[in-house]
């Protein structure tokens, strides 16, 4: 070891030792904002209308946080939405059961709607195929 580099390396550890000593900013870490709130028997993004599901479902398909809130849920802030899919993140298993338990639900709902409604969920469906293909006719 050459004696040139000794004064040169202690140089450099007093300057990392400068660099990170305490930061002058505290952060408070014991805060933590609350993305999700239970609401009417369901999950919804903290002070909306608009529920974890909707979200969720989005996040699963590959769309990224910011095409989420840019695209499709322009009442969420980024924050919000990175929110949600860090709690999805985190807690993916539990998240996942509840996703399940929800759609066994609207099936249950459907089915007990058409044995009500004989033709309703069929009917809903043509109405969309018609408005679909009404969209994509007009002239642009």
């Known amino acids: 070891m050459k004696t040139e580099e000794i004064p040169e390396r202690e140089k450099m550890q007093q300057r990392w030792k400068r660099a990170m000593r305490k930061p002058e900013?505290?952060?408070i870490l014991d805060v933590v904002p609350a993305y999700i709130e239970s609401r009417d028997g369901g999950y919804y993004v903290a002070g909306t209308p608009i529920s974890l599901e909707?979200?969720?479902y989005q996040?699963?398909?590959g769309l990224s946080p910011e095409t989420i809130q840019h695209e499709c849920f322009l009442a969420l802030t980024l924050?919000?939405?990175y929110g949600v899919?860090?709690?999805y993140l985190r807690h993916k298993e539990q998240v996942e059961e509840y996703l399940q338990e929800a759609e066994r639900d609207f099936k249950?709902?459907?089915e007990q709607l058409e044995a009500k409604y004989p033709g309703l969920l069929r009917s809903k469906e043509?109405?969309?195929q018609l408005r679909e293909r009404a969209a994509n006719t007009q002239p642009k």
């Open 85 to 87: 899919c860090t709690y």
């Open 25 to 27: 900013t505290t952060l």
């Open 54 to 56: 909707s979200v969720i």
């Open 59 to 61: 996040f699963k398909e």
């Open 108 to 110: 249950r709902l459907a």
């Open 126 to 128: 043509h109405l969309r």
């Open 79 to 81: 924050e919000q939405v």
